[in-house]
């Protein structure tokens, strides 16, 4: 009895330290699987930075809205003191300067003083260049779509016309018509008809002339 109680007693003291080195040998012997090992089983680590929906999505050039309007062939008729009279295909929104360039410049002879090289291009409109100490010629030239005219009577609204459009006046040519429309841009728009008066070079027997053709609105 006092045999098997000295075993008895010695056991247990031995239990707990027979178990802890049956766990720490099973650690160190039979090593766990990392979990990238088992995240590489599945093809991908679990340290791997995991990607966003949106990183996943693919990245699209931003649409720009283009400002620019949609370019369209006119025919403009180029004569007189130019190098190449005749006619050409211009874009709208050309000027004068670009429809003389295109005829290939002035000639030695001509007088440009009259005419007005920013001036805005119209289809079917003339572009005549006089040589020194000529009249010009009056063209009639197409309805703009800035002028406003009465339907019965195609009356030109002096608040909207363009050069061209004064033109098409009784007793305004070139140089009448670039000085009102110069007046228009320094002082505002006519208040009444009379006003045009105040325009260099248009007196009362002009406007006698210009008033059944003119109108404010």
Not at 47 to 71: C, D
Not at 159 to 178: H, R, S, V, Y
Not at 184 to 200: C, P, T, W
């Amino acid at each position: 009895m006092l045999i098997r109680s000295f075993f008895t007693e010695k056991w247990r003291t031995l239990i707990i330290p027979i178990a802890a080195f049956a766990v720490l040998s099973t650690v160190l012997f039979f090593p766990q699987e990392q979990p990238d090992q088992l995240s590489e089983e599945h093809g991908q680590s679990l340290f791997e930075p995991i990607e966003t929906a949106e990183q996943n999505k693919e990245v699209e050039a931003p649409v720009e809205l283009v400002a620019e309007a949609i370019t369209v062939a006119i025919l403009v008729d180029v004569k007189g003191a130019v190098k190449h009279p005749g006619l050409y295909s211009m874009q709208d929104g050309d000027r004068l300067l670009d429809a003389i360039d295109k005829a290939g410049g002035y000639t030695d002879a001509a007088d440009t003083r009259l005419l007005n090289h920013a001036q805005r291009l119209q289809d079917e409109s003339v572009v005549y260049v006089p040589v020194a100490g000529e009249e010009p010629p009056v063209y009639e030239q197409p309805a703009s779509a800035s002028s406003s005219s009465d339907s019965s009577t195609s009356k030109v609204n002096i608040n909207t016309a363009n050069e061209n459009d004064f033109q098409t006046l009784p007793g305004i040519g070139p140089a009448k018509a670039l000085a009102i429309v110069q007046y228009r841009e320094e002082h505002g728009a006519f208040s009444q008809l009379d006003e045009i008066k105040n325009v260099s070079g248009i007196g009362d027997k002009t406007f006698e002339k210009l008033e059944p053709h003119i109108i404010l609105n």
